[in-house]
């Protein structure tokens, strides 16, 4: 496994406006045929749009989603795992990005209903080519995944998201992110002030919350090998 030298990150400053601006007008890299790209964004924009109010529960919000397609652009991720797809609205953000960085999404759901609409939902929006979605106990399913990865999103079991991290640090590349859904929610889910305090207990981690919704979501840096 290759590994690059980590920079010194800011703290990700959040703007919607500027985000969905950014999203719209978005070319194609040299790399890809400009009409399959554009295809490809307008399918993908025509079903977020379509399916805008039927994201509920156990997705993310729209302003989420945006967040996670622009900072897995921004950092040129390709190797993305996702634990909790639900349905597969962040799975669709995520995919988006990966699709210009010609990477691939593992994301890992344990509900058969919601794995089964998800898969329906990434191909009605034309990005099933872009990821690998399972049906597991992720679990079961973390400890058997080889790695390496340089984004992990986790929106899953809360009591479990630390033995996730722990899991899934020495598999993460140098200047990757394990990112982590509704760190906001101290008071109502259990697990998450453990979580965000072991983190940045670690020396060689360098974590920070970000405001995109009032769920938040946490960002754990690596800037060296473990």
Known sequence: MTSRKPRPRRAFQFSLPALVMAVLAWSAPADRPQDAATDLDAK???FLTG?????????V?????MFLYDFVLRHKYTKALEIGTSTGHSGIWIAWALSK???KLVTIEIDEARHARAVENFKAAGLDAYVDARLADAHEEVPLLKGPFDFVFVDADKEWYQNYFKMLLPKLDVGGCFAAHN???LEFMHGIKEFLDYARSLP???TTVERT???GISLSFKKKPT
């Open 44 to 46: 993908v924009r025509s």
């Open 51 to 59: 399916h805008r109010d039927q994201w509920r529960d156990e997705n």
């Open 61 to 65: 919000t729209e302003s989420d989603g």
């Open 101 to 103: 960085t010609g990477g």
């Open 183 to 185: 760190v906001l929610n």
């Open 204 to 206: 060689d981690i360098e």
């Open 213 to 215: 919704s009032g769920s």
